[in-house]
């Protein structure tokens, strides 16, 4: 079979597809999370499209998964007054509540979404087109991460437990919340990077307004039930409709606290911007990213092909982290470009079902016509396409395409594609790769491929004052959870890690008097009294 017959075949009848992974009907959601009621909706909804085609008698169709509300202003707003009224400037009984119970309740929570999991992981498959065995890994990562984060908090809480003396003032200093967090995360890790921030504010003390992403909403929805069983009223409360309409609002209240969102950096500011006290409002961001690789003379040409593949294409190259543009030595451009189409055509393509299948069809609908322009525009300004097929479209589904050589006068030199498009700039001097990075608006990572230290450290020392980290011979990636992850530039504000984030969703707050008997003894009778919840002894374990 050649290879367009393969891409001709890509797609399947509704009855080829395997009964395990065939969504047993749509899932209409007419309901949503706000103040403690799931409130049902009746209005205007957006129909949800699969990445996966459907052949039919009138050719391919995206399949319909389901749909979900398409709420206005006016219900924005109810449930930013929900969890305002639930924070109740710091006084409500969520950011009052003690430590060991907000840990009992979000630990409640977990084991309520952990019976969710077949069909939260399925929706994710069939929602962004992640395939079912990557799907899987992300819900456990998630469980997982929430786990870490509440060993984290009673680690930092056990830190907390003692009083600090100084100067005859006695203190106990602990972490506060900070009030009401709006939460947006993105589609490409829709579960697992939205609670990467939903879930430590929420561990925190905070109070939640969560705005599903566009790709990959309908999966939330088997999990609004075990948010509503297992938090106070307002705690957290769900958002839907156009971003565009509703969130302007939010943020033009003030009432805003923290913004947490992952996605551009664009949005970001325009976000920040519309808030009327700048000066209040707390951002965690982690925004775009042109993570570089730099293959020297002196690298292990196999290892670097194997982990550019990696981490250019894996989940088809739509992660923050993947590596973006390659630059290669000259000497060494022809015999990577020649192992790397090849590492590349092994890659195995299909549906998200297939055992071993790498490469899947895209989530966003505009995602092939921009891949497409990318390319000709890089064609036209001197580059090929290098390896055979790149660039072959079936609809929602674009084999990876190697570009050769790239240039500063090209979109894919700066533009971050997201998408299944590896680019490759040849140089002759070191100093052209720190330049690049140095000029580029973007921080997050880089990779570097070498064997050589003293080339390593040359690089090194320059180049984590560019981006937050530099890994060495291996992909650029956000793991393991416990690292810290950030940026610099217009790729991240805040820093998120299990502990990080903790951090970034509170602040360090104090209890503190002058050191005489009497203030000993009345510090002695509340904390005996258990009459606090904040000024305690009391030992997690």
């Known amino acids: 079979m050649s290879f367009q017959d393969e891409l001709n075949e890509l797609f399947l009848t509704e009855e080829q597809i395997p009964t395990d992974f065939k969504l047993v009907e749509e899932v209409n959601q007419r309901a949503y999370l706000s103040n403690g009621e799931m409130l049902p909706w009746n209005g205007d909804v957006h129909t949800v499209l699969s990445p996966i085609c459907i052949k039919t008698a009138n050719g391919l169709q995206r399949k319909v998964i389901g749909t979900y509300p398409l709420c206005d202003k006016e219900e924005a707003n109810a449930a930013l007054d929900a969890a305002v009224n639930a924070y109740d400037n710091g006084r409500g009984e969520w950011p009052t509540m003690s430590v060991a119970q907000r840990i009992e309740r979000v630990e409640k929570f977990t084991h309520e979404i952990i019976e969710k999991k077949q069909e939260v992981v399925k929706l994710i498959m069939w929602e962004i087109g992640k395939t079912f065995a990557d799907s899987t890994k992300e819900f456990d990562r998630t469980i997982e991460y929430i786990q870490a984060t509440i060993d984290a908090l009673k680690d930092l809480d056990r830190q907390s437990a003692g009083f600090t003396i100084e100067q005859g003032i006695i203190a106990q200093i602990r972490r506060s919340p900070l009030g009401v967090v ?46 509503k069983n297992c938090f106070p009223k307002g705690v957290v409360n769900t958002i839907y409709g156009r971003g565009n309409k509703i969130i302007p609002g939010l943020m033009e209240s003030g009432k805003i606290n923290v913004l947490t969102l992952i996605g551009s ?26 993570n570089a690789a730099i293959i020297t003379a002196k690298a292990d040409l196999k ?31 022809d015999e990577f470009l020649a192992q790397l189409s090849e590492a590349v055509s092994k890659l195995k393509f299909g549906m998200p079902w297939v055992n071993g299948v790498a490469l899947t069809p895209l989530p966003e609908p505009h995602k092939p016509a921009y891949l497409k322009e990318c390319l000709e525009d890089a064609i036209a300004k001197g580059a090929k396409i290098v390896n055979e097929n790149g660039g072959a479209t079936n609809e929602s589904f674009v084999f990876p395409a190697i570009v050769y050589p790239v240039n500063a006068q090209m979109k894919l030199y ?41 080339e390593i450290a040359s690089l090194i020392d320059p180049l984590v004052n560019q981006v937050s980290r530099v890994n060495i011979n291996c ?58 919840n904040f000024l305690s002894t009391k030992y997690l374990f």
Request: aromatic residues 8%; proline residues 6%; charged residues 20%.
């Open 475 to 532: 992909q650029c990636q956000r793991g393991p959870d416990v690292f810290p992850f950030t940026g610099r530039k217009d790729s991240a504000e805040g820093t998120l890690s299990v502990v990080d984030a903790l951090r970034s969703f509170s602040i360090r707050s104090l209890v503190a008097t002058k050191l005489n008997d009497s203030n000993k003894h009345l510090l002695n009778e509340i904390i005996d009294s258990h009459s606090s």
């Open 414 to 454: 700066t533009e971050e594609q997201f998408g299944p498009v590896v680019p490759v700039v040849p140089f002759d001097d070191l100093e052209e790769t720190i330049t690049y990075l140095i000029e580029s608006t973007h921080g997050q990572q880089v990779s570097i491929f070498s064997n050589d230290e003293d």
């Open 182 to 227: 709006l939460c947006m995360g993105p589609f490409n890790y829709p579960l697992n990077e939205t609670f990467t921030t939903l879930i430590p504010a929420l561990i925190m003390g905070n109070t939640i307004l969560f705005k599903p992403p566009k790709h990959g909403t309908l999966l939330f929805y088997p999990l609004l039930a075990a948010f």
């Open 265 to 290: 950096s664009k949005v970001a500011n325009e976000l920040k911007k519309m808030h009327p006290k700048v000066n209040r409002l707390r951002a965690i961001l982690g925004l775009d990213a042109k």
């Open 303 to 333: 290892l670097a092909v194997q982990e550019t593949v990696l981490g250019s294409l894996s989940f088809n190259g739509q992660r923050c982290t993947a590596l973006k543009i390659i630059f290669v030595h000259r000497s060494l451009a």
